[in-house]
């Protein structure tokens, strides 16, 4: 094993995942969302596309043998193994910014991903003009027939967890959620795991 | 200022705050891929914050287009249609990133984008599929936005990702508002969040 860790919520991580290698990401105390991007670690102009991915699988959820594709069509990585069964990529990532519209201008100062995409990604050259939608893991967000999105309680439980099979050399930038405005964690952040084979 | 955009051609231009800008499908099935950055050059149109902000899968009229930085861009205050796409992004060819690049921008400024006159529609199976619905566009269908601030706007007349279709021209006309408040009377709903940003971004900056 190459990687055994704890994210705690409200904290990230910034991950060189190697070509076949395996990340596992295990919700260990279930509903907790895990807001994560992908990069082409040799070019992070050529990054994970939420509608790219979704274009290709013609479908809205993200689960088993979704190819998470690059804005240049190259596929990234594939979820290979998913006890959660379903998860988010048209809700975006938490910011102190959309939460001052979505809540109140008292949350302008809580913490949220996109402050700590910003402090990880540093590190790697990614910086604000790099961040795009992306993944959530175990986050529930139903896209309905009459066109609503609304974020619902989760689906996920302790000890779920999602596997994803790198297609290439990737940078993987993740910030396990600190959201309390809203049931996208159960409205009680916890931490997750992060299990690696390389 | 009026132009047309012939099929499967990309155009860009600046909107000053204020102004409108209305895209008209001049045949059926027309699609007009549309990508908004801010006068800053960094604040980008953000398709997942202005989705669960407003609680909605698709575009419609009332709908405030928001930024990276949760800012109004632009307010769509008129549309023929209920659902214009915003799911699938813009199509993957080069015509988008080539008219980003008149304006030097590149790959990374590729975000979500929306696909006005276009509907893919959601079934509610356990993946939420999404099909194509090549009866939505219609000659003379129009959107109007109004730019909250100054802005880049981009459009590709590339025919829909999903669709089989021949691509379509698009009528562009840029003229000044008149429409001062967020909200006018016979205007479409607007959200309260829709109407904080709204507020927020005049306060600011437009």
């Known amino acids: 094993m190459s990687l055994d860790t704890v994210v705690e919520p409200g904290d990230g991580a910034l991950l060189t995942v190697p070509a ?10 279930g509903n907790q969302a895990v807001d994560t991007l992908f990069y082409d670690s040799h070019d992070i102009d050529n990054r994970y596309s939420a509608f790219d ?17 690059s804005t240049s069509g190259d596929e990234l990585a594939v979820i290979t193994d998913d006890t959660c069964g379903r998860h988010d990529t048209v809700g975006g990532a938490c910011s102190q910014e959309s939460n001052v519209i979505r809540y109140g201008v008292h949350t302008r100062h809580q913490h949220a991903c996109r402050q700590t995409f910003l402090t990880y990604g540093a590190r790697a050259g990614i910086g604000q003009r790099q961040l ?27 000890g779920r967890y999602v596997e994803l099979t790198a297609s ?9 959620c600190p959201q309390v405005n809203n049931p996208c964690n159960g409205w009680n952040p916890t931490p997750v795991q992060l299990l690696g084979w390389w | 200022m009026k132009h047309e955009i012939p ?16 895209l ?50 632009a307010t769509v205050v008129a549309s023929g249609s209920d659902w214009h796409d915003c799911l699938i992004g813009a199509p993957p060819d080069r015509l988008l990133q080539l008219e980003l690049a ?11 984008s929306v696909n006005f006159f276009s509907k893919v529609r959601v079934t509610d199976d356990a993946r939420a599929s999404l099909t194509f619905d090549p009866d939505h566009a219609r000659t003379g269908d129009s959107v109007t936005l109004r730019a909250e601030q100054d802005l880049l706007v981009f459009v590709s007349t590339a025919a829909h990702p999903l669709s089989t279709t021949e691509p379509a021209p698009i009528a562009v006309h840029i003229e000044t508002s008149v429409q001062t408040e967020p ?9 309260a969040e829709a109407v904080r940003a709204l507020e927020l971004t005049r306060e600011l900056i437009a």
């Open chain 2, 102 to 112: 008149k304006h030097g921008f590149g790959a990374a400024d590729l975000h979500g």
């Open chain 2, 24 to 73: 008209t499908a001049l045949a059926d099935n027309a699609n007009a891929s549309t990508l908004i950055i801010g006068a800053d050059r960094l604040d980008r149109l953000n398709i997942p914050d202005t989705l669960k902000s407003q609680m909605s899968a698709r575009i419609r009229a009332g709908m405030v287009l928001m930024s990276d930085r949760g800012l109004a861009l």
């Open chain 1, 168 to 176: 290439r050399d990737l940078l993987v930038l993740i910030s396990n």
């Open chain 1, 20 to 29: 076949n290698g395996r990340l596992r990401i295990v919700d260990l105390h």
């Open chain 1, 53 to 69: 991915t979704i274009r290709a699988q013609r479908a809205v959820y993200l689960t088993t043998g979704s190819r998470l594709l």
């Open chain 1, 132 to 158: 795009t939608h992306n993944v959530n893991f175990f986050m529930n967000v139903p896209v309905t027939s009459v066109g609503d999105l609304r974020f619902d309680d989760g689906l996920s439980a302790p």
């Open chain 2, 183 to 191: 909200a006018e009377p016979g205007g479409p709903e607007l959200r």
């Open chain 2, 7 to 22: 099929a499967a051609a990309a155009w860009s231009a600046p909107v000053r705050a204020g102004r409108t800008i209305t």
